[in-house]
């Protein structure tokens, strides 16, 4: 994760010749220096994404001056694009609900650095004594019980509360509640979710009681975005670990831990470092 | 693999005290030394499994003494339990269609004598030549080319062939069609399919490319019992492989590949070294 | 991770036939139910190890009585052997230096009730605020810096600290200075080291700085007992990741914490669940 | 693996600003479409390394057409560079000693069009007779036993084998003769070997029986280049898998077979596809 001032450009546009020409050529004339350029070619639906690092070969580029001096390229090739600092910290919300593995791993790497973000709130079900063990530094918490009647209420609160902070990211950290469909589609494509199922195997409630009573030699986690259809956004990362005849149920929740946290946490990252693009259902996640 | 004559023993039953000391008793006082014993209890269902290798203290012990001798206890505990002396090779039938990457690799593993087994016959609905490259050795060939009108009929011939060359374990080694209910319950146990796909999920046909369009990062392939719910049997084995965006349909087939050969030639192992428990859904695979 | 009062007995000896029925018969002789056993035969030393967990058919057994039952046997076969209330805590000791993230690991797993272990005392050669991020609860902290002059006199500390607290485990947490001979002989089989290298690759120091400089594809850690030498104890646990070339030795660093947690953590647990057996320069691992 | 005649360059040199620019500006004026450009900037070294594939926008483009085209630019970067058409078969030569594993499985994968090369002869120190199981189609075998007093003439016909038929790459597909450091040192950077351990561990002979002995917890295979120093080349890939206690010296050499040949066979088809890059003790292999 460095922080030298170096800029990260990801963009993507409907394909066709001379796209890496034109953009390289124009962080060349800005006086960039490309440090790592990737790109893919969707041949399917014809579509053209790309992550381009770039610095100052004669110190710091301001990220500003390179916009004006990007945007005429981006927009003859009609381009979604993005630019941003290197190593700028996104405005994260957390959400968590009674079981906390995922949330304190997440708050871990945070405090030693491993992700560029800066924790806005910590949002839960639960009480704040959930997490007694849990140190959340000055990272306010909001508690918003949930229940049948104050749902939408509470809900309201919540986007009330991304909206406040210019939350840039929700991360659902085993929030065991489903978002409305009305909040998932405004917060498409920065919200990410961790499913404790190897998707699309076992959606739905208690994947690993489903798992066990399948019989699987091997289960798994899901990082998604969070689409209004539950269990179904696009994919960002997957892990599995192998499993046998001796595992109960509760040791499959068990082994689940470690695999979900480190789902997460990858899936964060990436987001955060600007790799995932998002192509319909699926993503390009550009590797480390 | 070893093959000094000694003795393998499969047992379940439903789970009281007392079975490990009768079994171990009853060995020993056939003149039998434990090599390796292993048992599960499946706290859920209340039943007992076991297998357990033994050799005679003095000499080789006889399977048909053997049995005399331990039958008494078996009885007592109302235990469903087999003895065959270990490496011995079962009687096998291979079944493939147009891809043979599975039956190729079966092949060779059997020809290095990786897999106890005696291949009595290879069946396909596609003629010889489709495996010009293969070396069948000495094994006959059996095309049964299969329509919408001729299925129950080679079915027919498929069931007569089983039963005359006395087959212990069917191997679908991606044979692409599915057999009738009837048949799949007649070969209850003793039937193996490899699915191109991390079964539950996409189930059905074609499940790489309903992989690509999902989205998933990793693909996998699962070896079950074949059962009359298709692709619904009790799993034996399963794998993965991480993939990218950058992987079209088609290179989900061929790294898929690799995944299915490996599943499909680790279950058949498990299954010819007596490791396979079959526990309702669920398989008890006992480690190499 | 029961704590039904069941009993765990684990014991080795010299191998001769009869072995399993003379234990399995003792145990069902003192009323005993066999949850679990697992047994070993080395072929290549002829010794025989077996952990066995057992629970009382009618109400706890007393582990007491349990052992003045089995004692004629044991001794029958001259056994070494060890019987305990299965999930009774041990007395662990931690040690950490620099980098908290395997401490920090251990005591999450710890709180949540995932490793069965009292930690009696937090010792570090670098002072309380380099884990200011970390609650301890109540758990003890010693600081003890360590420098050429002094380090016979802190371990000295340690050693007294080890007796007072009648610790059963010392878990090296990456603490990187090296144990004197004498201390890592009296801690023979109760003292767990995670090494940052899939050992015997890159052993000594900053071993990610070597496997970047070697190119390897794939990074490791392992967690062994501590010998007195270095780097050469019975190993328990290892694991790995897939790294690329554009993987900086900085990222192998950060890479390797996720390995090494989870390496460390598995063989702490499989230790506390008494499921690992030296023997010699190797380690049996009954697995869960 | 298309063959729709797309150009893949790779090329490396002192890294500066503006390589990418005017590499994909001069791809752009000879009338190409990047259709997949990756590339690296080792800031180690200060090495620029990439690879593009590129096709013409209106009709196929002629190789030499594009050499020279892009000679100037390359020229003024001081490049070394290769262009080659995409999936062009290179001159292949397989070695291979008693276990042919990998041979067979490397042929099977040619067979069906997995690796794009022209197996032009196999060599092996073995009679044919070796390989009864195995077809070569028509690939000329050469039998060349070696013995302390033959090797170097031995080495003389390998050595004009390889020059009369043009070979572009060698492997050693678990062929157990050193190659001289002369021959080594000639067929640098196309020479691929497997060892049969996860290097730097267990070099030299019986690496399955070190890693027995040694008791690790996963034993591996290693891709790499050959060069005069044994054991020392740089790796192109590694896999591992998990093993116990359970697994004597000889079901590592079983279990091994299987990773030995994905990883070879991972390796030969990275280094066919212009994959692969090497950087002194390392390599860039930029991912399918």
Same mark, same amino acid.
């Given at each position: 994760?460095?922080? #030298?001032?170096?800029?990260?450009?990801?963009?993507y546009c409907t394909n066709r010749a001379g796209i890496v020409a034109a953009l390289s050529k124009a962080v060349f004339d800005l006086g960039g220096d490309i440090l790592d350029l990737q790109q893919f070619d969707d041949a399917g639906t014809g579509q053209f994404f790309s992550r381009v690092v770039f610095r100052g070969v004669s110190g710091p580029l301001d990220a500003d001056t390179a916009r004006r001096a990007l945007a005429p390229v981006m927009d003859g090739f009609a381009m979604t694009w993005s630019l941003r600092v290197q190593g700028e910290r996104r405005r994260v919300l957390l959400m968590a609900s009674k079981f906390d593995h995922c949330l304190a791993d997440l708050l871990y790497r945070w405090q030693i650095g491993e992700l560029p973000m800066d924790v806005r709130a910590i949002v839960?079900?639960?009480?704040?004594?959930?997490?007694a063990n849990l140190s959340f530094a000055d990272i306010p918490f909001h508690y918003l019980p949930v229940? !049948?009647?104050?749902?939408?209420?509470?809900? =309201?609160?919540?986007?009330?509360?991304?909206?406040?902070?210019q939350i840039d990211l929700v991360v659902l950290?085993?929030?065991?509640?489903?978002?409305?469909?009305?909040?998932?589609?405004?917060?498409?494509g920065?919200?990410?979710?961790?499913?404790?199922?190897?998707?699309?195997?076992?959606?739905?409630? !208690?994947?690993?009681?489903?798992?066990?009573?399948?019989?699987?030699?091997?289960?798994?986690?899901?990082?998604?975005?969070?689409?209004? =259809?539950? #269990?179904?956004?696009?994919?960002?990362?997957? #892990?599995?670990?192998?499993?046998?005849?001796? #595992?109960?149920? =509760?040791?499959?929740?068990r082994k689940g831990r470690d695999i979900e946290r480190r789902v997460l946490a990858r899936a964060v990252r990436s987001h955060l470092e600007d790799r995932v693009l998002i192509n319909g259902m699926r993503t390009i996640v550009f590797p480390e």
């Open positions: 994760m460095t922080t #030298d001032a170096s800029l990260v450009l990801t963009a839960s079900n639960h009480p704040r004594e959930t997490y229940s !049948k009647e104050n749902k939408a209420e509470q809900e =309201d609160k919540l986007a009330a509360l991304i909206e406040a902070e950290a085993r929030y065991m509640q489903v978002l409305s469909h009305e909040l998932s589609a405004r917060l498409a920065r919200c990410i979710n961790i499913h404790h199922s190897f998707l699309p195997g076992f959606k739905g409630a !208690k994947p690993y009681h489903q798992a066990y009573e399948r019989g699987v030699k091997l289960i798994g986690a899901t990082a998604h975005y969070v689409t209004s =259809d539950l #269990d179904e956004g696009p994919i960002i990362e997957q #892990d599995i670990e192998r499993i046998s005849h001796r #595992d109960s149920a =509760d040791e499959l929740v």
